[in-house]
């Protein structure tokens, strides 16, 4: 493929062969600019986009500095230190599953809690479409919920039994399931968050990311949970397939984003801490989030006979609020990525068409199909996929938290942009 090859909407990236233009005509550099909620930024801290210098010379290869880009020590850590924990947990979690449920309960409840866990993975793949999070992670995130957050809760249930009483009139089965398991196994999940929002604040943009962690924490925490009920189911019944089918209908069929939407309100705040960025902020998000995924929780298991009433009149409108508020989050997100790739638009790194192109859903669709028309599918992939890190950089700047940081990471992630130009064109 060469540069003479139409671009959708008729624009190649950056105008021409080397994306080396000018601002266009007319359209001064932009003001301090609030799209959303979502994307404001105080006027002291705002600073236009560094202009495009790059000669075309620099453009035929990707930079050492830019191919060879590590992990910070933070993410590193973080990334050790959670697989080391999991790895300590399954020495406390799995001799507790196969204790309650058998071997043969094991076995069949880890096979058919695969399916809840297929349904909220793919839920958390669709949300995070948009800026992919990084796969180690997202790894990290689904073994803290797996096993860590298990462990954690095994080894605080006792102690908050101690320190916390039923009220008067409550007995201790009811306490338990209403009330200490909602707290701890909410805090035990969310501990996880808040190691993502500390040690892995550069990949903690907002909202979105936090609502995507929080699933995929949640996620390995049912898958284990329900491990342990659908082996039960087998292990402990007369009638083990009427009673695990029974389990697993309410369990995965009408529930399986019980916990996510619990744990998701925390790593909603969470996320809205994040973009302030401020430590202080974000441990007092931690707990704030805490108390509304605490609620949902206890109601959900508050639920008695009259379930299937409060199901339809409680739990479902909670779902469909869940759904609507994660695609409004998408689509201040798309609105945010234009709003600062316009800003480097303006600077010369981009064409308003390719603006367009790369700030909806529709403009990426049309752009991948025109790349696979000459097998550069992939590159055109990766240029987005930098172009909407690009403006979560920029955004990033734009707190005011660590500027000089965020700038080597932008003129870093600018010349990623200029290669990654140039392998779709080439």
Known sequence: ??????????????????????PWPGQPLPRQANPTW???????HYRAAPANTFAPAAHTAMPAAVAGSRPGAGVMGLVVGGGFLAFASLFLVLPYLVGNTGITGFVIGFIA????????????YVIDRWEPEPKRLMLFA?????????????????????AAAPPVGMDYRTFAVTVQA??????AKSLGLLLLLVFARKHFDGPVDGVVFAFTIAGGFAFTENILYFGRAIAESSTPGADLAMVFFLRG????FAHAIFTGTTGLIL???????HTGMSVVAFFVGLAPAMFLHSMWNSMGQDFLVQYIVVQVPIFVLAVVVIVLLRVAESRLTRQRLQEYAAAGWFTPPEVEMLSTAGGRRSAVRWAKQFGRGPQMKSF????????????????????????????????????????VLR
């Not at 979502?38 to 002291?44: A, F, I, L, S």
């Open 113 to 124: 809690s695969l399916i809840p866990l297929s349904a909220v993975l793919l839920a958390v």
């Open 182 to 187: 909602p707290v701890v196994e909410e805090f």
């Open 1 to 22: 493929m060469t540069s003479n090859e139409p671009w959708p909407q008729h624009d190649p990236p950056g105008g021409h062969r080397y994306g080396h233009q000018t």
């Open 38 to 44: 979502m994307g404001q930024v105080r006027p002291d």
């Open 253 to 256: 069929v009408m529930s399986p």
């Open 142 to 162: 689904f073994l803290w919920g797996a096993a860590v957050s298990i462990s954690v809760t095994l080894l605080i249930q006792p102690f908050f039994a101690l």
């Open 271 to 277: 996320g809205l801490a994040a973009r302030r960025w």
């Open 384 to 423: 987005l996929r930098s172009a909407t890190q690009l403006a979560f950089i920029r955004q990033r700047i734009l707190s005011g938290r660590d500027v000089p940081g965020h700038q080597f990471d932008e003129h870093r992630q600018l010349a990623e942009i200029v290669a990654r130009r140039d392998a």
